[in-house]
C-alpha cells in the first residue's frame, strides 16, 4: 500500500498549489515511515502531525477553491463537483483522525494510521488525477 512518491510530473504548473502538493507529499510519506518504521509511535508527535495534514489539507482546499472561482473558463458544475469531491475527502480524514487522536495503545494507533494513509493514497490516486488534472487544464486556458 505504499505511497506514490513525488514527481514533477504531478505539477499542475502553480507554484503555490504545486508546493501544497508536494507538503501533502511529504506529510503522507513521514506518516507512512511512522507506521512501517518505528517500533512505537509517539502519540503526542503523532497527533501533531495529522493535525497537520488535516489543517494542511483544509488550508490547500480553500486556496484551489479560491483559485478555481477566478478561473473564468472552468464551468460552474465543474467547480461544483471539485468543492464536493474536496468535501468528501474532508469527512473521509476525519472518520479516521477523531479515532486515532483518542486511541490507547500502539496497536490502535498503527490501524487508525493505516487508514489514514489508505485515504491518502486513495485521494491522490482519485481526486488528483480526476480533478485536479482537469483543474490544471482550465489554469493553462486562463494563462
Do not use: C
Not at 514527481?7 to 513521514?30: A, C, M, R, T, V
Amino acid at each position: 500500500m505504499a505511497m506514490p512518491q513525488w514527481s514533477d510530473s504531478y505539477k499542475l504548473g502553480n507554484p503555490i498549489i504545486d508546493g501544497e502538493h508536494k507538503q501533502l507529499f511529504d506529510l503522507l510519506e513521514w506518516l507512512e515511515g511512522k507506521l512501517f518504521r518505528e517500533e512505537s509511535l509517539n502519540h503526542h508527535e503523532l497527533k501533531a502531525m495529522v493535525s497537520q495534514l488535516n489543517s494542511h489539507m483544509e488550508e490547500h482546499f480553500r486556496h484551489e477553491e479560491s483559485m478555481m472561482e477566478n478561473l473564468q473558463q472552468m464551468p460552474e458544475s465543474e467547480k461544483t463537483d471539485h468543492q464536493k469531491d474536496h468535501a468528501l475527502w474532508v469527512v473521509r480524514l476525519q472518520e479516521h483522525l477523531n479515532p486515532l487522536m483518542n486511541s490507547k495503545t500502539d496497536l490502535e494507533r498503527r490501524g487508525h494510521l493505516a487508514r489514514i494513509l489508505r485515504v491518502g493514497k486513495a485521494f491522490w490516486e482519485q481526486h488528483f488525477v480526476i480533478f485536479d488534472t482537469k483543474l490544471a487544464h482550465f489554469m493553462v486556458a486562463q494563462n
